[in-house]
């Protein structure tokens, strides 16, 4: 019978937990190329941020080099960010570190 018991306790903390919300980061994705001086000085610039974000090689995958080009008017402009659904066009500094506090990334 105690067996039991416990069995019915951890069902319920289980739909319990599974009740809660959580909280997702916005994500930040770098779409860049590897050799582009302004794509790795922005990955920098989130690292030294330390703000966790994808990098994407447009050089690697066609269809993101396709995804860039629609967001820049049929120019592969270099890097293009994206925090949740807000596109940057090669962010400097301080408009990226802006974007990042509005979306609540940093301080």
């Given amino acids: 019978m105690r067996s039991g018991k416990l069995r019915r306790r951890s069902i319920i903390l289980a739909c319990e ?24 000085h922005t990955r920098a610039f989130l690292r030294q941020l330390d ?3 994808d990098y994407v090689n447009i050089e690697k995958d ?8 629609e967001q820049n008017d049929g120019r592969e402009r ?9 596109v940057l ?11 990042l506090r509005a979306h609540g990334i940093t301080r």
Avoid: N, S
């Fill in 17 to 40: 937990f599974q009740d809660t919300k959580e909280v997702q980061m916005p994500q930040v994705v770098v779409y860049g190329a590897d050799w582009c001086e302004d794509t790795q």
């Fill in 78 to 86: 270099k890097p293009t960010v994206k925090i949740d659904d807000e």
């Fill in 51 to 53: 703000v966790a974000h």
């Fill in 89 to 99: 066009r090669v962010p400097g500094d301080e408009e990226l570190a802006a974007r």
């Fill in 62 to 69: 066609d269809d993101a080099r396709e995804w860039v080009k």
